[in-house]
């Protein structure tokens, strides 16, 4: 039987629960891994806070929600603006930062990720944004060559705080335009 096609729409409030199910599955998934350091060790769904920022994300318009037979299997959220955290000047300004890209671990997740990641760059140039950006683990080698494959090349490393603890982070950046691109690494 052949695999369901992936449907990607905004999210809505309405979408949350399924959200944050496929987030607290992803980092149970990472937990099993042994990479607790990445994320923490406390589901998204029971971080104080955290549902309300989710849903307030779907109501500007940040998440696109991947479904397959109506089942969410993915997500990215992705908007204008550089977050705080990042370092002054890692960035090119104007450009869309991805602030997470996730899909599901099991066999619907199957594909999902390049999708998302080819909506983020359909939504940057919809913004006639310079560049794609986004940060993540930086003792993860395999998301390193995830984001190389797709083009996102490392431009500096900083340290960010989970659990209380220090966290290691790589920021990427995929040019759209290569009138003056740079890579720093």
């Given amino acids: 039987m052949p695999t369901p096609s992936i449907q990607l ?4 409030p309405d979408d949350v629960p399924a959200l944050l199910s496929l987030m ?4 149970a998934w990472l937990i099993t891994q042994g990479r607790s350091e ?7 769904s029971r971080i104080p806070g955290f549902p309300g920022r989710v ?8 998440i696109t929600l991947a479904e397959r037979a ?3 299997v993915g ?8 977050p705080p955290r990042i370092p002054a000047g890692a960035v090119p300004g104007g450009s869309l930062f991805i602030h997470t890209v996730m899909a599901d671990r099991g066999p619907g997740g199957h594909g999902v990720g390049s999708a998302l990641l080819e909506e983020a760059e359909r939504l940057a140039r919809a913004h006639d944004a310079p560049a794609l950006a986004l940060d993540h683990w930086a003792d993860s080698p395999e998301l390193g060559r995830i984001y190389e494959k797709y083009g996102y090349g490392k431009t500096v490393e900083y340290t960010d705080e989970h ?3 220090p966290v290691r982070n790589t920021v990427r950046v995929r040019y759209l335009n290569t009138n003056g691109a740079r890579r720093l690494d």
């Fill in 24 to 27: 607290d599955s992803v980092h």
């Fill in 163 to 165: 659990d209380g603890k």
């Fill in 9 to 12: 729409r905004p999210a809505t």
């Fill in 75 to 82: 997500m990215l959220a992705a908007a204008p603006g550089t």
């Fill in 38 to 44: 990445q994320w923490g060790t406390v589901p998204f």
């Fill in 70 to 72: 109506d089942r969410c």
């Fill in 55 to 62: 849903t307030d994300w779907t109501r500007q318009g940040v």
